[in-house]
């Protein structure tokens, strides 16, 4: 495991060093610049406020086939409910913001350092980091964000203030991303609510030959609308 300093340009061990909890790196600096080349080899940041940013590469890696979503039978009311609208991009900062400060069950705390969200909003910015955002009579109710490089979506986090309004947001994700030509959602950890979603667990020599495949593809800032 490496310690790197305060650096711009970082140095990233191979993500196949990582130890038993999926820890590649120590330090270093949510910038722009940091942040592509960790996730261009699916290092991505996990800590907890007070500590040193902490990079990690989970293995098995949670993804999700844009085409392989599952819209469950209880989904397609609401998909067809008038009262509720998608929107990308409309409110970034405060679907950062609800995804760092919603109430998780068995969860303390969130991981959503100030850090992480000032470093994900200047993504945002700079064309990289999305927001998928479901309304219901205008008022944001769910949604979630994640990075965009190539063909391949990171996702980062996703809340609720209506029951299943995250599964709206990420089923609308997914049709945005096929009409994209997107290869995978990137979902980290698999949880029940993503595997019921149509998320699978794929062995780390499959991640990181589609990560390097995505590399070839040209990481173009993009300006998504709704």
Not at 83 to 103: G, P, S, V
Not at 193 to 209: C, N, Q, R, V, Y
Request: glycine share 6%; net charge neutral.
């Amino acid at each position: 495991m490496l310690f790197f300093p305060e650096i711009t340009i970082p140095f990233f061990p191979h993500p196949f060093n990582a130890d038993e909890y999926g820890t590649v790196a120590f330090g270093g600096k949510l910038n722009t610049t940091t942040l592509l080349q960790a996730y261009a080899f699916g290092i991505f940041p996990w800590y907890n406020e007070g500590h040193p940013i902490r990079w990690c590469f989970t293995s098995p890696r949670c993804v999700l086939f844009p085409d392989n979503v599952k819209i469950q039978k209880s989904m397609r009311p609401l998909l067809n409910n008038p009262k509720f609208t998608f929107h990308i991009n409309r409110n970034f900062e405060e679907t950062i913001r609800l995804c760092k400060n919603i109430d998780r069950k068995d969860q303390y705390g969130t991981w959503i350092t100030n850090d992480i969200e000032k470093a994900y909003i200047q993504l945002h910015k700079e064309g990289y980091a999305h927001s998928m955002e479901i309304y219901e009579n205008d008022h944001l109710v769910g949604g979630l964000y994640g990075v965009a490089l190539g063909k391949i979506f990171y996702g980062e986090s996703m809340f609720s203030l209506v029951a299943n309004a995250s599964k709206l947001a990420l089923i609308h994700l997914c049709k945005h991303l096929q009409a994209l030509n997107f290869q995978l959602i990137d979902c980290q950890e698999a949880t029940n609510h993503l595997l019921s979603m149509g998320a699978t667990e794929i062995k780390k020599e499959d991640f990181w030959h589609r990560l390097s495949e995505n590399r070839k593809t040209p990481f173009e800032k993009k300006s998504w609308k709704s």
